[in-house]
Structures are given as C-alpha cells and as structure tokens.
C-alpha cells in the first residue's frame, strides 16, 4: 500500500508547522517550568500543563485535519487501496511526536549547566567570589519568597526573612567547622541544594538546616555503632 504523493505532502506540513509549535509550546514551557519557580511565573506553569495534557490531542486532532484531505478522491489506477485517514494520521502523530521526543533527547544531551548562583555550596573551599555570589542569590531569593509568602503582612514578611537567613547562616557555620571534602561537608551540600536551591521543589533554608542536623546525627551514630 504505497502513499499518494498527497500523503506525502500532509505528512512534511505536519512536520514542519506542527513540530515547531509543539516545541515552543509544550517542551520549552516545562523545561522552563522545571527550572527556577516562583509563583509570579505560574503563567508558565500552566502553559507546561496544560501543553502536556492537551497537546497529544491538538496533535492528533490536527494531523487527522490533514490527513482527510490528502485522501485521493478517485481509485487507484494500479486497483490498491488509498491509506485510510486513521492510518495517515498515525503516521503524522508519531512523526510529530518522535521529533518532540527526540528534541527532548536533544536537549537533555547538551544542555549547559545551571549557573553557579542558582547551586549552592556549604564547602569551605568554595572561592570567594562564588561565594559572594551565592550569597546575594540567597539574600535575594529568601526576600522574594517570603514577599510572595505574606504580601500584605510585613511583620511576617520580616520574621520570615530572619528566619530564613538565621537558619542559612546557621548551616554555613555548621559546615564551615567541618574540614573540605569530608562526610559533614559532604551531607550539609546534599541538604542544601535538596532545600535551598533553585532547582529545589520546597525551598526552606529552615528545613535545609534541620536536614543537615538530623543527618549528620544520624550519621554520627551510625559511626559510633
């Protein structure tokens, strides 16, 4: 069951309009959502889900638009069959999708690393400057999310602060204490990029601290054994 030239034509349009607009909106959203989150960027967000719910669909649906017309109106002259619409737009659908898959693929290959501001590192080998950068991020992150915590209540927006820059300074000098490279290093890096970085789910430096202190206790112990 060979294709119709028309087939044919349908399946690179698909490819060329519906590949591009998949990309832009459903893999690049939610590896933008997946990046630094903040609630100001919840438009995204919902872009990303709403991409990854629906776009399946729109594909399928729009490659079946495609497909009905490509479909020869007349008989074959060799007496074959033409490809049924169903069948069309499958082939559209895995091709669209096969593209998407593989940019994905793509991307996570050769991608660049995070910037250094938006990792953090307890270590005491870490050079000043790093340093000073990450603490401005820091600074600047915990403003901005217990800004967005408490809007309209700035005594807690200022409780919120101290708390949070208490518990990181808390955990530096936690660290700090420990030589560079070691296991207490080592769990206090682990803590803080679980709970204080930017690629963080829940960013808390209270909580990164409570994880340091609880794993190392617990590490402690286990030593001791």
């Given at each position: 069951m060979n294709p119709e030239p028309s087939v044919i034509i349908a399946l690179a349009i698909a490819g060329l309009i519906v590949l591009p607009l998949a990309l832009y909106l459903w893999v690049l959203p939610?590896?933008?959502a997946n990046r630094r989150m903040h609630p100001q960027k919840t438009p995204i967000t919902v872009l990303a889900l709403f991409g990854g719910v629906f776009m399946p669909l729109w594909i399928g649906a729009l490659a079946w638009a495609l497909a009905v017309p490509a479909i020869p109106k007349q008989p074959r002259?060799?007496?074959q069959k033409p490809m049924s619409p169903a069948l069309i737009a499958i082939l559209m659908a895995a091709i669209i999708l096969g593209g998407i898959v593989g940019a994905s693929v793509l991307y996570s290959l050769?991608?660049?690393d995070?910037?250094?501001t938006e990792q953090t590192s307890l270590s005491p080998s870490t050079t000043a400057t790093d340093q000073a950068e990450q603490h401005a991020w820091v600074a600047d992150d915990i403003k901005e999310r217990c800004a967005?915590?408490?809007p309209d209540n700035y005594m807690l927006q200022e409780a919120c602060i101290t708390g949070e820059r208490g518990a990181y300074k808390?955990?530096?000098d936690a660290v700090s204490g420990f030589p560079p490279g070691s296991k207490e290093v080592e769990i206090g890096n682990r803590c803080a990029?679980?709970?204080g970085s930017a690629q963080a789910l829940i960013r808390s430096w209270?909580?990164?601290r409570a994880c340091f202190e609880q794993d190392l206790a617990a590490y402690q112990r286990l030593q001791a054994k």
């Open positions: 939610i590896i933008i002259a060799d007496g050769f991608k660049s995070p910037p250094t967005t915590l408490s808390a955990l530096i990029n679980q709970f209270e909580v990164a």
